[in-house]
């Protein structure tokens, strides 16, 4: 008799674990007890692992999918708890980095978070980003302790608006040359910001591969703007581009390449529950990828050892699909595929198993039931061994049977849908000792998502018409439902929502969340159309998921409740300081703070009033208020390793442009020149900013502090946070880069190369050649505090790579200002006499680093003194909404809003109604509103309705 469980208040709604004890055969009941209750060990561990250290999980509702430089991003953030997606209360601090397409980190912020939400806004300002494609990466640190792929990635696309852009319009071909090398055609068509041909214009032609160069050419555009460009293609070259520069340099265009060579495809085969086994059923699922990183259409056939075909395939969406396949012992199974194009490929199926299970399932959108089908080979079947089928959702165990095959090869069982949670299901075919042998995702749909209606106050608006949208939420059995929600309301004219490709909180929460890498139209999979949940069972079958179980058995990343300042004070012999007091000083705004610390020497500050640019002294004395041999550590993780998923190629806005994206750019140039000028037409006046000399106090530079080429002082290292010294002077000193020093090939320049070293190091180099660090031409050499480093650390092996793990272990809160000396005004004081004929003062570049503890190389902080800076937190700012009087005679200047409002915060009532209301801007259009949410029981809604703006009140309805 099945033994069951109570219902249990988890994500898995009527949830209960059926232990099925199917046995075909009498069977002693002490073994059958021992089976039940490892089978409830197993259980347990599991469930009690998830209620101890609930994952989370987060969303972020922007207000539209793409920006321009000067833009503001507006966003909104939805925490969920894993098991019960119920808004989550564990963490009170959320983490946003930007990266740029090349990995590197461009900026970081950090927002508080109250019972699980949170809203704001990043300007997208051009002294921290510039045009190009971006990773958002979302995370708390309780998140941390998990794998990454459950962090919140977004692909944001920046733009630059400018008069100035080229507009190109490519067309890429290639041809396989008989040595197997591709041979490239590029058409490409230059024309300005109105599509004016760039007729005969010279333009200096690149084809980079990363950051090779391989192929070079100065061509001049023809009478319609257009250039044919015509190259070979290295093997296995990758990230492609055409790199176009006017003669004058004024105006360059980065073209990526998209070939899409069909023979490049990668086309992947996934047996239905892990392997093929001999005799067993296979049931095989594909994909295949195009260069692009987008699903490509294939087909083909299935041939047995003799080249006799077995079997036959075609993709369904986005190249993905299935087919059934007889597997024979012995047998090799080979594809011969037909790509685009009519090209040819074959591609070897995985090995097959002589021993093992398969598990299948049948899941069809009609039915209440997951069919689920277990086969085993003779030797498997025929032993006494059983195994164990688990059925988990949200991490949580909601089935579990007992499975034997005493009866036969195959097991087939029925198993209620109504067991598991809306999303994806994972199931599980373990050994007896819980060891995996097959697995198997599915998607369970109750549709029991919240309904939004949204209605307005009239039938039809005009141009800065005031309009009203009444939203009305009930659950899925027509009761009304109290919730938080957020609402965007862009102008179609200037902003293209994809329906099938911009994720939501639907797409986010119950499918790709669970899913590892890249998943291509995330909303084609919640339409209400033949073929979509064929097409959802697919992917399912070829997409590898994400386990929100923790990734190692201590939990090193606590849940941030709010912000805090944690660490500990140690002596000399760096043993921990019990009882010394700590004082915590910040400036602006001013406040004193203090602590003592524990046994353990450890000491927390909390409780912080609102700080915009944080920036603290902690000092710490010991029990007679001395700061003598005290040292101050402070808690601080390191950043996560980067590993976003693998996106298809995005091109920049000025290639291929559509009519809606052109639209934009123009109106946000349109708004750059109107923000120029006085509503009244009168040009405004640049703002004159007058600076004072920097300087940098305790400076040991040798011609007086702040004499130099360069200054960088206290104020802007301030800005800069946790930026190495490295990072520094790659972005702050003009010139600065990477180089090569010529140390032994007997030429007058290694001879030169030779002093410079030893005059940069004070020391010798038995290598031919050393990497080194310039300032344009000119070696640099680095100077702390009045010493040269190597004063202090003598090069081991490679100088280079000493100076660069030095400047990477030493951030900007540890100094005061960079003094750059690199002309002959300033070098000459820097050039000892013993040097003087070798070299001269204009061959050298120096930089001078004043740290605040003034030890020179061997740099600490001041003893028993922390000065801290810590990532601002970023506090909610409000969306300006114009207001317009319905008699308003005074001048205005155009209103060009692409966003026409943004709601971050809108609440329902018991009686699940809310109300918002904005103004129109001024051009005929139609607006598409998004409203998304969720109300306390962890149920999630989402809403796209449509509102037409008339320029005149004429008889035209709404939609």
Not at 379 to 398: E, M, P, T
Not at 601 to 622: C, E, H, Q, S, Y
Not at 696 to 705: A, M, T, V
Not at 832 to 858: C, K, N, Q, W
Request: proline letters at 5%; hydrophobic letters at 35%.
């Amino acid at each position: 008799m099945p033994y069951q469980s109570k219902p249990r208040s988890t994500s898995c709604k009527t949830c209960f674990i059926g232990l099925l004890l199917l046995f075909c055969y009498s069977r002693s009941i002490a073994q059958s007890n021992s089976l039940k209750g490892d089978l409830l060990k197993l259980q347990i561990a599991a469930d009690s692992a998830f209620k101890k250290y609930p994952a989370e999980k987060l969303y972020m509702q922007f207000d539209k999918p793409y920006y321009a430089v000067g833009d503001s991003a507006w966003f909104k953030v939805y925490l969920f708890n894993v098991p019960s997606h119920q808004l989550s209360a564990k963490s009170g601090l959320l983490y946003i980095d930007f990266t740029s397409d090349s990995g590197k980190l461009v900026k970081q912020y950090v927002l508080p978070v109250k019972n699980g939400i949170t809203w704001g806004n990043i300007l997208l300002n051009d002294k921290d980003f510039k045009p190009g494609n971006y990773t958002l990466r979302a995370y708390t640190n309780w998140m941390r302790n998990f794998s990454g792929d459950g962090f919140y990635y977004k692909r944001l696309a920046i733009y630059g608006a400018d008069e100035n852009n080229w507009l190109v319009n490519s067309e890429i071909n290639t041809l396989k040359k008989a040595n197997d090398q591709s041979q490239v055609n590029a058409l490409l068509k230059f024309t300005d910001i109105n599509k004016m041909p760039m007729a005969g214009k010279s333009i200096q032609l690149q084809v980079v591969a990363g950051t090779k160069n391989i192929y070079k050419q100065k061509m001049q555009t023809d009478q319609n703007g257009l250039l044919n460009v015509n190259f070979l293609l290295p093997d296995e070259s990758l990230n492609l581009a055409i790199v176009a520069e006017s003669e004058q340099k004024d105006q360059k265009a980065d073209i990526p390449l998209n070939l899409n060579r069909a023979e490049k495809t990668d086309l992947q085969f996934f047996p239905e529950g892990g392997d093929l086994v001999t005799d067993l059923p296979g049931n095989i699922g594909f994909k295949a990828i195009g260069e692009d990183g987008k699903g490509v259409q294939v087909s083909g056939i299935i041939t047995d050892h003799n080249q006799q075909q077995v079997a036959v395939f075609n993709s369904q969406h986005n190249g993905m699909g299935k087919f059934n396949l007889a597997v024979k012992d012995g047998e090799t199974y080979m594809a011969k595929v037909t790509l685009p194009g009519g090209v040819v490929k074959e591609y070897p199926l995985p090995a097959i198993k002589r021993s093992g299970t398969v598990l299948q399932l049948n899941n069809t959108m009609e039915s209440d039931s997951v069919g689920v089908s277990v086969t085993a080979t003779d030797d498997i079947a025929g032993s006494a061994n059983s195994y164990f089928l688990i059925g988990k959702a949200r991490g949580i165990v909601c089935y579990a049977a007992i499975l034997n095959f005493h009866d036969g090869n195959s097991i087939r069982r029925k198993i209620a849908k109504s067991l598991f949670p809306s999303g994806i299901v994972h199931f599980i075919l373990t050994s007896s000792n819980g060891q995996p042998l097959n697995e198997r995702i599915t998607f369970i749909s109750h549709a029991d998502n919240l309904h939004i209606d949204l209605s307005q106050g009239k039938s039809e608006y005009v141009s800065r018409d005031s309009i009203a949208l009444n939203i009305k939420v009930t659950d899925n059995t027509g009761q009304p439902v109290s919730g938080n929600f957020s609402l965007a309301v862009t102008d179609d004219a200037l902003v293209k929502t994809d329906t099938l490709n911009d994720e939501n909180i639907f797409t986010r929460l119950l499918l790709t969340s669970d899913l590892k890498g890249y998943v291509e139209e995330p909303g084609y999979y919640f339409q209400q159309k033949a073929g979509v949940w064929q097409a959802l069972d697919n992917l399912l079958l070829t997409q590898g998921w994400v386990s929100y179980e923790p990734v190692l058995p201590t939990l090193p990343f606590e849940a941030e409740h709010e912000f805090t300042v944690k660490g500990k004070v140690i002596n000399v012999f760096s043993k921990p300081v019990k009882g010394s007091k700590l004082i915590l000083f910040s400036k602006s705004p001013f406040f004193l703070m203090d602590t003592v610390t524990n046994n353990e020497g450890k000491f927390v500050f909390d409780r912080f009033p609102v700080v915009d640019t944080p920036l603290f002294v902690i000092k710490a004395v010991n029990k007679r208020g001395k700061s003598f041999n005290i040292g101050i550590n402070i808690d601080e993780a390191p950043l996560p390793i980067f590993s976003a998923p693998k996106n298809p190629l995005t091109l920049p806005w000025y290639v291929n442009s559509d009519s809606t994206l052109m639209n934009y750019v123009n109106d946000k140039i349109a708004i750059n020149k109107q923000q120029a000028y006085t509503p009244d037409g009168k040009r405004k006046l640049k703002e004159v900013v007058i600076s004072a000399r920097k300087t940098i106090k305790d400076s040991q530079n040798l011609n007086g502090p702040g004499n130099a080429d360069q200054v960088i002082d206290e104020k802007e290292l301030e800005q800069a946070g946790k930026k190495t010294w490295l990072q520094l002077l790659n972005e702050k000193v003009t010139g600065f880069r990477e180089g090569i020093l010529l140390l032994s090939d007997g030429t007058e320049r290694a001879k030169k190369d030779r002093d410079f070293y030893k005059f940069l190091t004070d020391g010798d180099s038995s290598t031919v050649t050393q990497g080194w660090y310039y300032i344009k031409y000119r070696p640099v050499k680095f100077i702390i505090d009045g010493v040269p480093v190597y004063k202090i650390y003598q090069p081991n092996g490679s100088a280079f790579n000493d100076i660069t793990n030095y400047l990477n272990s030493h951030t900007a809160e540890d100094i005061k200002g960079i003094e750059v000396v690199s002309s002959t005004k300033y070098a000459n004081r820097y050039v000892p006499i013993e040097y003087a004929m070798s070299i001269l003062p204009s061959d050298v570049a120096f930089v001078e680093i004043t740290t605040r503890s003034g030890h020179g190389p061997a740099i600490d902080n001041a003893i028993g003194t922390y000065l801290y800076k810590p990532l601002p937190l970023s506090w909610p700012k409000q969306f300006y909404k114009p207001r317009y009087a319905v008699r308003d005679t005074a001048k205005h200047q155009l209103d060009l809003r692409s966003t026409i409002d943004w709601e971050p915060n809108v609440n329902t009532g018991k009686d699940g109604n809310g109300l918002v209301s904005f103004y129109a801007a001024d051009s005929p259009s139609v607006y598409t509103v998004m409203i998304e949410g969720t109300d306390m029981n962890g149920n999630i809604g989402f809403k796209r309705y449509r509102i037409l703006i008339i320029k005149r009140k004429e008889s035209i309805k709404s939609k």
